[in-house]
């Protein structure tokens, strides 16, 4: 038999009644790394329970506790009328084992064997940087949440909670929710000459998981995709994390240019494009591209990936139809998103895929996480069926328009010289041009420095290559906020300008 | 100049008034359709709009949206003082192609350019056979749903939206709304002895997302990963879908055998596994096991990928701490999920990463749809924060121990002979296994055609080499429910046990 010592070192012991973590489990904690460590060796009788607790000053029920949890784990054993004793089928290499890892409880990410492509990702940077993060300050980018109707979305989620549905309760279609994917179907119909039937349609959580998802259904590692040359760094971002090389395409007064794409990169299985209101640049994808990229797209047979994501916002003339309604070919990937007209920690967003993609999509939905919560995607139906969503639509177009229009005309009053603000027909931010030689990453942290936000246009680039330029989102801001901070911006910037000009002479 | 016509073909324009779709918009689409197809030639004058719209019967408001439309996208132009043409800047081509691309609109996906992982994707099927869809009844997997506390719950959700924070609306952070991960982090060193601060903790939508991440930051493809040879199938997708090559396991009675792992495939860069309690056997993984495992993945620079699904749910002995507190090398992802505590629809979950992982999982997290909707993370946080979450699993511990011996009382006096079901000391489901030649497959569906839902093990295996068995769920239904559906499911398996034998003599 082995050496069975009547000895229970207190010392090593110590639990700590301040601690949030339960007395047993520290005790608990500190004998099982004394036995794991050899400090306990196997066969070692432990002290009886009521010595423990005396010793330590604790209730006799918690020091059991803490037995039983060894017991269970086969850290000790139990003998009838004999005692506790520190468990003998512990072989002794894995004890060896353990007081080795012990010993080097530090470690470093570098070497560890993140796989190739988790190190790529792991040196992708957004949450830093993010436009959309941060307080709410003028002029960061996202929706007007001052205007938005929560007594009504709040009696939706109310009435929802007062009679749950047991059926919105469990896993639901990782496709969506049936009337939800009916609801987006009919809107885009109407709204944006999507032709697609509602079993076409995806729910996802956001345009982010979309672009996740197209990069892993459409695309191999190593496959071309097309992006605009200035555009959201995480949908890019998602495309690389697939894999996607990425070859930046020219944008100019047209838009993206096909022709240029083509001569670039003639192999590519894919172009990432916001054709409505050219993220961040802001100008719109002519008809005649539009056909070329779907002649293009069809005759390659490779993928328009159609980023939709603010043209519910347009104030002159009318929206543009979607090139989902021009494709013949069934090429056009289509996203559309609920958190630039709603709120986006809604997390909600769809994709209209071709008729015979859409099983392969849902398992793709599947995969990664099954589908979005079932009650949120009900609320939502009930605040479009009950005619809120359109009515928010229209207040927000008129009150954006409003918004706008104070920026432009406040730019116009108090930038003259370091900051050129023009108007757009659309959308929810306007590009601020800075003098030349001005760089747009030293401006905005000169406006941070005022307490006004601003992104850089170099921020969206793949290879920055254009006049300085800031990012000015509007829509969440009061007028009378926009004009306070144009005031502060306009002092900001002629600081760097005038820094800059003294760097030129 | 090109050739002039006054005509509009209204035999091709129809629009019809009990259509969803607005007329406007069917003007639009007609036209456009004309205009493409070449049916309208560049240059051709369109008719008045007063004229169009009395052939049609429609308001002239209708045509004239439609042609400011048709306007806005280049399809036609206006001349002052002449009236609207079909644009002649169009190119030829561009309608050629058009025409050309009319003519295919059927396509069918087989070879139309999935990538080879989305044609790999497209091929698995989880939805037809979820376990956790179809109707609520026995005994279909997942948690009580008429035991929560709807009320309690709804009177939080209610209370956010009353006064919506405005911080809670937008963005938030990837890796989980904060108190959320302080929440986590307390509750899992308390409950299950997991070693690790807040920073740890990333939220997600479900267990499902979880792995789908771990497979793209820890593998590239072609790398092994051991799978305990039954497991959940859609777990096993995501890691084959991330391109691991995945070696099923065997599993004795001591758990996922390691020995034998390690002899298969000694290469292996991860381990899936259920070492609480084995899904969907029910063993736990040994001490001795678990030590081999951390043991193994600390020498080889491998992950231990832990997914302790259901670990609240323990009725006899206590539960085995996570094998995450036993880790010293940093090679542990532990998962844990809301499904099964809470309810599935509201997708929460969470990972806990050792800690130089933490940045490289958010962006990850950030990259496949940025964050979970954060009202029900700050939701989830009050509910825990106010201790109802700790009373639900304490009610729910009683009354899951209380149907799980429904289940076997009710089978050890009905079933003897056709499906021999066992108690276990955790979990929510318990094996029933057939007589030998009994094929689980037929068996379930002999119970579906009686109104019992009981998925076959074998839906679960990598290689289905052991008795054919039912996974039967009970945690979902009331005792009563129980002992109804067990009468049934003896009537549907007699037939079926009766089945096989004559087909052995």
Redesign the interface.
């Known amino acids: 038999m082995a050496k069975t010592v009547n000895v229970l070192p207190f010392a090593a012991l110590s639990v700590d009644g301040g601690s949030?973590?339960?007395l047993y489990?520290q005790l608990?904690?500190s004998l099982r790394e004394a036995i794991l460590s050899g400090r306990l060796a196997p066969g070692t009788r432990l002290a009886s329970t009521r010595e423990v607790a005396a010793e330590l000053g604790v209730s006799r029920n918690t020091v059991t506790?803490a037995f039983?949890?060894l017991l269970?784990?086969?850290?000790v054993e139990s003998r009838t009328g004999s005692g506790t004793y520190v468990s003998k089928?512990?072989?002794d290499e894995?004890l060896d084992?353990?007081a080795r890892?012990?010993r080097?409880?530090r470690?470093?990410?570098k070497g560890?064997?993140?796989?190739?492509?988790?190190e790529a990702?792991?040196k992708?940077?957004?949450?830093a940087d993010?436009p959309?993060?941060g307080p709410?300050r003028p002029f960061r980018l996202?929706p007007a949440?001052d205007a938005?109707p929560?007594q009504t979305?709040?009696r939706i989620?109310?009435r929802h909670?007062?009679r749950?549905q047991?059926?919105?309760?469990?896993?639901?279609?990782?496709a969506g929710y049936p009337p939800l994917r009916e609801a987006v179907a009919?809107y885009l119909?109407?709204a944006r000459?999507v032709r697609c039937t509602p079993e076409q349609v995806i729910i996802?959580?956001?345009t982010?998981?979309a672009i996740?998802l197209v990069g892993?259904?459409?695309?191999?590692?190593g496959?071309v995709a097309w992006v605009e040359e200035y555009s959201y760094p995480?949908a890019r971002?998602?495309l690389a994390?697939a894999g996607a090389r990425l070859v930046p395409v020219p944008v100019d007064e047209e838009g993206l240019n096909v022709c240029q794409a083509a001569a670039r990169a003639p192999g590519a299985?894919l172009v990432y494009v916001s054709p409505s209101h050219q993220y961040p640049l802001g100008v719109t994808l002519?008809?005649?591209r539009r056909?070329?990229l779907?002649?293009w797209a069809?005759r390659a047979?490779?993928?328009v990936l159609e980023d939709d994501y603010d043209s519910e916002f347009r104030y002159a003339?009318?929206?543009?139809?979607a090139m989902q309604?021009?494709d013949?070919?069934?090429r056009v990937i289509y996203l559309g998103t609920f958190s630039k007209v709603l709120?986006?920690?809604?997390?909600l967003g769809y994709m209209v895929v071709?008729p015979?993609?859409a099983?392969?999509f849902?398992?793709?939905r599947?995969?990664?996480?099954?589908?979005?919560?079932?009650?949120?995607q009900a609320v939502l139906t009930e605040f479009i069926a009950e005619g809120h969503f359109a009515r928010h639509i229209r207040r927000m177009r008129a009150l954006y328009a409003g918004r706008q229009a104070a920026l432009v005309e406040a730019a116009g009053r108090e930038l003259r010289g370091v900051l050129e603000v023009g108007p757009d027909e659309a959308g929810m931010h306007l590009l601020g041009w800075l003098p030349e030689g001005v760089d747009d990453r030293e401006a905005a942290r000169a406006a941070a420095q005022y307490g006004v936000q601003a992104q850089p246009l170099s921020y969206f680039a793949v290879e920055h290559n254009r006049r300085g330029a800031l990012v000015l989102g509007y829509a969440a801001h009061e007028e009378r906020e926009i004009r306070e901070a144009v005031g502060r911006m306009a002092a900001a910037l002629r600081g760097v300008t005038a820094r800059a000009r003294r760097k030129v002479c």
């Open positions: 949030p973590v339960p489990r608990y904690e506790n039983e949890q269970a784990e086969g850290y089928s512990l072989p894995l084992a353990r890892l012990t080097r409880v470690f470093e990410r560890r064997g993140l796989s190739a492509r988790g990702l792991a992708m940077q957004f949450k993010c959309a993060l709410a996202g949440m938005f929560f979305w709040q989620v109310t909670w007062q749950p047991r059926s919105l309760m469990g896993y639901g279609d990782p009919s119909g109407a000459a996802v959580a956001g982010q998981q996740d892993r259904v459409l695309l191999d590692p496959d995480a971002g998602a994390a299985r002519s008809l005649a056909l070329a779907l002649e069809a047979g490779a993928w003339g009318r929206p543009l139809a309604g021009l013949t070919g069934g709120f986006p920690s809604l997390r071709p015979d993609m099983d392969a849902t398992t793709a599947a995969l990664v996480g099954w589908c979005s919560p079932l009650v949120d």
